[in-house]
């Protein structure tokens, strides 16, 4: 299946907040898959496994300006956090964050509010970003971290950015599993509904 | 000695009033509405219009291409005309077959590419397209006009002036997608071409040549029963056809889901506004044209219809004001002492909201070279402005809360009809719909558009806690709080105009201003609402055709 990035936006969000996000980090992980996909990785299947794992996940606690975590964090709520404290860190130590992909995009909007290339080391390996928030051609690679993540700005001149992709491709089993998500944040309709939600029967007589 | 005239201030008028919903659903298009400025574009720039393909049958069955080219690059509509049995007639967004469909397509297709077009445009959203469409539509004949129309045409007599106005459009679209929708392209594929990168620019550019297709469909049809009987439309009762529209709540939460957009959008109309009012003189020429402005308003009020009782009491009150009005101007000085703002100050005093709003829709009419340039800051990157300072202190929060929003303090949430609606989206169509929260299940499901009531509980909240205590640590704890934290943040100091003043959950709310408000911005008049939540408008009407344009008669 072949969707626009505002198909994939919109789905993204709307599956997040039917999985039990809240609005405002479900329009967060909204916009992460658009700059997944627009960067041309499969955002897809990451972004189920976390819908799916998403309770047994810790939600970290700011003390002291540093996050904690007792287990592995959030990628939503880490991400948001990491954006929301953009340009006024040169680094930050963040616990093990599961589903670190999950947290590349807000990675890449940190460097590009900050103006500055960011490198993002995980346990699942490491990323560069460019000042302008891309991902750059780097493979996955670098010191894989056990136990924490960071994010510091880096002195590196990044490798060009990758192509950016206009369109992305998902299977169709996992469109249906997004769409099941996303289905909860709808209210299944009535005869009452239908005629009165819409505002009448709507005959056309014009 | 004379006494010096004081300067009018170049103050805007204060969102307090204009976003108030009541003025927002008075709200009447203007010259920098979005289908004036594409008709601006297109004279400036001499967009060519043709029709390279016209395979329609003698019942009036099958499809056209209408090409534009701009200069730097083509677009086409792709029409298809298609048999709709009676009992699938619906003019509202539910419907799932329609009389003609439409893609604004990206180049010019070739035949495979229109025989895919033709697979899946007249199947609209159960269709499935690709990044060469730009936008998406669909249109049922009026049932009072078409056949009749043609019938008249085939006949070999001029159909009278009364029968075209009393109805005034040949189709009704119900949707004109776009960004997106559907796997069509999204909106960022028009960011970087001026000629399409304003707002809503290739749907108003959709409608505009499906404006041609109805009156050729209808000529076509009227030969094809009359044969060398039939007469065409005479070029004057032609251009008194436009669009029409029949909108619902779909349109309703856009506005407060892009409120960037919103805040944009009126922001360029009150400058216009407050640049006028500001004009020490203006010369006969002007006033002459403002003069006439005022009387083309008085002709588009003398044969608006509705069968709304609180629309046809507002347009009663509007014919007589607009009289009003146009005495008022005739004995303007327009040398002296500021004559625009003395006009907007006479109907703000004299004239009721409808013609208040109308006077200030028409007072920039003659000012072209002032205000113009108004419509490029109508676009917004919102991507942009996705952001939130973390570091601000709570008790900042709450300052900028009760700095932006002393409106929403007053309204009182201890009265149940104070919160007796809630929006939803409904499951079966994926469609915004309202409930009455005390009267229907899905309350739980409700989406985030209760911004009065969700800020003020948002502020009860932040009084609870240190007030040295981060925005970014307040939402990590409470991430429910993160689209109203946000939201705080960016309306409450730079986009002012950005919030609708009211509440959206109240049991007296009329959805449908929310949709006129949007649909004067498009162009739209004759707004005709159905009930309080959908109505009907035309658009383009008294027009000139992409073919006629010049640059007199668009600008």
Partial sequence: ?????????????????????????????????????????????????????????????????????????????????????????????????????????????????????LRFTSREGAWTLTALGELSGDEPGGVRSEGQSRVACTGDVPSPARPVHRRAAMEAADLRVLQTYALNTCVPESEGSRSRGAGGGGTDDD | MNRPIPEPALALRAPDEVMRLECLGASHPTRLSFLRTLMRRAAREGWRFTRPLWEIDAEGYGRALYQVDTGARSYCLVAFSHYLPEERRTDRVIAEAWDTSYALYDGVPDRDELDRLEANVPRQEAGRFTAR??????????????????????????????????????MRTTAVYGNGKFGIADRDVLRDRPELGGPFQAEMLTVWLIRSFTLDLAEHCARALGGDRAVPLEPDLRRRIGVGNSTGLGMAP?????????????????????????????????????????????????????????????????????????????????????????????????????????????????????????????????DALWRMDGTLPAHALLARIDDAYGWAAAIDFADPASDARFWYVSADKLEPRLGERREEPGADREQPLAIARDVMRLRAHLATLPPERTVAEIVLERPDWRHVVQRVLLLSRDHLYGEVRDNLLSAALRPIDLLRCKLAFFGADQFDPRSDRWLRISMFRGAPFPEELSAGEAA
């Fill in chain 2, 254 to 382: 856009f506005l407060v889901r892009h409120p960037t957009l919103l805040h944009a959008w009126i922001h360029a109309r009150e400058t216009a506004l407050a640049r006028v009012r500001a004009l020490p003189d203006i010369t006969p020429g002007q006033h002459g044209h403002l003069l006439a402005a005022i009387d083309r308003a008085r002709e588009v009020a003398g044969r608006w219809t509705t069968i709304d009782a609180v629309q046809s009491a507002r347009i009663a009150g509007l014919r007589a004001d607009l009289d009003r009005l146009h005495m008022a101007a005739v004995s303007l000085d327009p040398g002296v002492d500021h004559p625009c703002d003395r006009l907007y100050r006479f109907a703000r005093v004299a004239l009721g909201l409808e013609a208040r709003e109308y006077a200030a829709a028409l007072l920039i009419e003659p000012f072209g070279a002032l205000v113009d340039d108004l419509a490029d800051t109508m676009a917004v990157d919102e």
């Fill in chain 1, 1 to 117: 299946m072949d969707l626009s990035l505002n198909e994939v936006e919109t789905l993204a969000a709307k599956a997040a907040r039917g999985a039990g996000c809240s609005w405002g980090e479900a329009d967060e992980m909204g916009r992460a898959a658009r700059w997944l996909a627009h960067s041309g990785l499969a955002f897809a299947p990451t972004l189920i496994a976390f819908l799916e794992a998403r309770g047994t996940l810790a939600r970290p606690r700011a003390v002291d300006g540093q996050l904690e975590a007792p287990g592995p964090a959030c990628p939503l709520a880490t991400g948001c956090w990491l954006v929301d404290g953009a340009g006024a860190w040169t680094m930050v130590d963040l616990p093990d964050v599961a589903f670190p992909l999950l947290l590349l995009p807000f990675a890449a909007r940190a460097a590009h509010l900050a103006g500055r290339p």
């Fill in chain 2, 133 to 170: 469409e730009l936008t998406l539509s669909r249109a049922n004949k009026s049932v009072r006009l078409f056949d009749s129309l043609v019938a008249t045409l085939a006949s070999g007599v001029a159909p009278g002036r009364a029968a075209i106005d009393a109805v005034g459009y040949l």
